[in-house]
Protein backbone atom coordinates (compact mmCIF):
# COMPACT_ATOMS: atom_id res chain seq x y z
CA UNK A 1 0.00 0.00 0.00
CA UNK A 2 2.84 2.28 0.03
CA UNK A 3 1.99 3.87 -3.39
CA UNK A 4 -1.43 4.88 -1.99
CA UNK A 5 -0.14 6.23 1.11
CA UNK A 6 2.18 8.44 -0.59
CA UNK A 7 -0.15 9.30 -3.35
CA UNK A 8 0.82 12.44 -5.18
CA UNK A 9 -2.36 14.79 -6.74
CA UNK A 10 -3.31 14.13 -10.38
CA UNK A 11 -2.14 17.83 -11.88
CA UNK A 12 -2.06 18.57 -15.84
CA UNK A 13 1.48 19.03 -14.97
CA UNK A 14 2.63 16.17 -12.69
CA UNK A 15 5.42 17.49 -10.06
CA UNK A 16 8.89 16.22 -11.16
CA UNK A 17 10.66 13.89 -9.13
CA UNK A 18 12.79 16.48 -7.35
CA UNK A 19 9.51 18.37 -6.00
CA UNK A 20 8.50 15.67 -4.81
CA UNK A 21 11.17 14.35 -3.03
CA UNK A 22 11.35 17.99 -1.17
CA UNK A 23 7.95 17.87 -0.39
CA UNK A 24 8.60 14.34 1.76
CA UNK A 25 11.56 16.12 3.22
CA UNK A 26 9.17 18.95 4.26
CA UNK A 27 6.95 17.06 5.39
CA UNK A 28 9.17 15.06 7.75
CA UNK A 29 10.70 18.47 9.41
CA UNK A 30 7.53 20.08 9.62
CA UNK A 31 5.86 16.89 11.42
CA UNK A 32 9.85 17.14 13.63
CA UNK A 33 9.36 20.63 14.26
CA UNK A 34 5.35 20.49 15.37
CA UNK A 35 6.71 17.50 17.50
CA UNK A 36 9.19 19.76 19.54
CA UNK A 37 6.45 22.87 19.58
CA UNK A 38 4.35 20.18 21.49
CA UNK A 39 7.31 19.23 23.61
CA UNK A 40 7.84 22.49 24.85
CA UNK A 41 4.24 23.28 25.77
CA UNK A 42 4.34 20.80 28.29
CA UNK A 43 7.68 21.30 29.44
CA UNK A 44 6.93 25.55 30.02
CA UNK A 45 3.30 24.92 30.22
CA UNK A 46 2.52 27.83 28.34
CA UNK A 47 -0.72 29.63 28.24
CA UNK A 48 -3.18 27.47 26.45
CA UNK A 49 -4.46 29.48 23.71
CA UNK A 50 -1.29 31.30 22.06
CA UNK A 51 0.93 28.11 21.81
CA UNK A 52 -2.89 26.13 20.61
CA UNK A 53 -3.17 28.77 17.72
CA UNK A 54 0.21 28.93 17.19
CA UNK A 55 0.48 25.03 16.97
CA UNK A 56 -2.13 25.03 14.41
CA UNK A 57 -1.12 27.52 11.97
CA UNK A 58 1.76 25.64 11.56
CA UNK A 59 -0.35 22.24 10.94
CA UNK A 60 -3.07 24.37 8.41
CA UNK A 61 0.03 26.30 6.37
CA UNK A 62 1.90 22.68 5.90
CA UNK A 63 -1.45 21.20 4.78
CA UNK A 64 -1.78 24.50 2.41
CA UNK A 65 2.21 23.80 0.90
CA UNK A 66 2.04 19.59 1.08
CA UNK A 67 -1.31 19.70 -0.18
CA UNK A 68 0.00 21.26 -3.74
CA UNK A 69 1.84 17.88 -4.03
CA UNK A 70 0.34 15.47 -2.24
CA UNK A 71 -3.61 14.00 -2.33
CA UNK A 72 -5.17 14.18 0.81
CA UNK A 73 -5.09 10.47 1.58
CA UNK A 74 -1.02 11.03 1.87
CA UNK A 75 0.38 9.55 5.35
CA UNK A 76 2.20 12.99 5.96
CA UNK A 77 -1.22 15.22 4.94
CA UNK A 78 -3.29 12.85 7.51
CA UNK A 79 -0.69 13.21 10.20
CA UNK A 80 -0.99 16.86 9.58
CA UNK A 81 -4.59 16.58 9.69
CA UNK A 82 -4.60 14.35 13.10
CA UNK A 83 -2.45 16.86 14.71
CA UNK A 84 -4.66 20.05 13.65
CA UNK A 85 -7.80 17.71 14.65
CA UNK A 86 -6.00 17.10 17.86
CA UNK A 87 -5.29 20.96 18.61
CA UNK A 88 -9.34 21.78 17.65
CA UNK A 89 -9.93 19.64 20.72
CA UNK A 90 -7.57 20.65 22.97
CA UNK A 91 -9.05 24.30 22.67
CA UNK A 92 -12.17 22.98 21.94
CA UNK A 93 -13.15 23.69 19.03
CA UNK A 94 -15.96 20.71 17.60
CA UNK A 95 -16.33 22.04 14.26
CA UNK A 96 -12.64 22.44 13.04
CA UNK A 97 -12.17 18.76 15.00
CA UNK A 98 -14.57 17.22 13.25
CA UNK A 99 -13.74 19.02 9.56
CA UNK A 100 -10.65 17.25 9.94
CA UNK A 101 -11.89 14.06 11.47
CA UNK A 102 -14.16 13.42 8.36
CA UNK A 103 -11.26 14.20 6.26
CA UNK A 104 -9.43 11.85 7.78
CA UNK A 105 -11.80 8.64 8.21
CA UNK A 106 -11.57 7.45 4.70
CA UNK A 107 -8.23 7.19 4.18
CA UNK A 108 -7.57 5.76 7.61
CA UNK A 109 -10.30 3.37 6.61
CA UNK A 110 -8.40 2.42 3.23
CA UNK A 111 -5.03 2.29 4.67
CA UNK A 112 -5.56 0.31 8.16
CA UNK A 113 -6.62 -3.10 8.71
CA UNK A 114 -10.46 -3.84 8.71
CA UNK A 115 -10.73 -3.91 12.53
CA UNK A 116 -7.62 -1.37 13.00
CA UNK A 117 -8.42 -0.02 16.63
CA UNK A 118 -7.06 3.32 14.88
CA UNK A 119 -9.72 3.03 12.50
CA UNK A 120 -12.34 2.65 15.56
CA UNK A 121 -10.89 5.28 17.73
CA UNK A 122 -11.31 7.83 14.54
CA UNK A 123 -14.74 6.80 14.54
CA UNK A 124 -15.50 7.01 18.51
CA UNK A 125 -14.00 10.42 18.01
CA UNK A 126 -16.16 11.41 15.27
CA UNK A 127 -19.48 9.73 16.82
CA UNK A 128 -18.84 12.41 20.34
CA UNK A 129 -18.11 15.12 18.08
CA UNK A 130 -21.26 14.57 16.17
CA UNK A 131 -23.15 14.08 19.31
CA UNK A 132 -21.71 17.33 21.00
CA UNK A 133 -22.77 19.16 17.81
CA UNK A 134 -26.29 17.76 18.48
CA UNK A 135 -25.56 15.41 14.94
CA UNK A 136 -27.06 12.60 17.03
CA UNK A 137 -28.27 10.43 13.89
CA UNK A 138 -24.28 11.24 12.54
CA UNK A 139 -23.36 10.72 16.12
CA UNK A 140 -25.06 7.51 16.23
CA UNK A 141 -23.77 5.89 13.36
CA UNK A 142 -20.00 6.53 13.87
CA UNK A 143 -20.34 5.38 17.03
CA UNK A 144 -22.24 1.92 16.13
CA UNK A 145 -18.83 1.92 13.39
CA UNK A 146 -16.61 2.12 16.25
CA UNK A 147 -18.07 -0.47 18.20
CA UNK A 148 -17.95 -3.01 15.46
CA UNK A 149 -14.78 -2.45 15.26
CA UNK A 150 -13.87 -3.09 19.04
CA UNK A 151 -16.19 -5.87 19.34
CA UNK A 152 -14.42 -7.95 17.29
CA UNK A 153 -10.46 -5.95 18.58
CA UNK A 154 -11.44 -6.41 21.82
CA UNK A 155 -14.38 -9.18 22.26
CA UNK A 156 -17.85 -8.03 22.83
CA UNK A 157 -17.77 -7.98 26.61
CA UNK A 158 -14.99 -5.45 26.73
CA UNK A 159 -15.71 -2.67 29.18
CA UNK A 160 -14.83 -0.03 26.43
CA UNK A 161 -17.84 -1.50 24.06
CA UNK A 162 -20.25 -1.07 27.68
CA UNK A 163 -19.16 2.54 28.20
CA UNK A 164 -19.70 3.36 24.29
CA UNK A 165 -23.07 1.43 24.48
CA UNK A 166 -24.28 3.66 28.00
CA UNK A 167 -23.39 6.72 25.83
CA UNK A 168 -25.80 5.91 22.96
CA UNK A 169 -28.59 5.28 25.40
CA UNK A 170 -27.91 8.21 27.67
CA UNK A 171 -28.08 10.33 24.46
Avoid at 4 to 15: A, V
Amino acid sequence: QDKEKLEIRKLNDPPSAETVRDMIKYARNVIEEFRRAKHYKYILCLTLTPLACELLEICELSLDKMGAVFEDSNVYMLHMMYQAMGVCLYVQDWEGALRYGQKIIRPYSKHYPSYSLNVASMWLKLGRLYMALENRTAGVKALKRAIAIMEVAHGKDHPYISEIKKELEDH
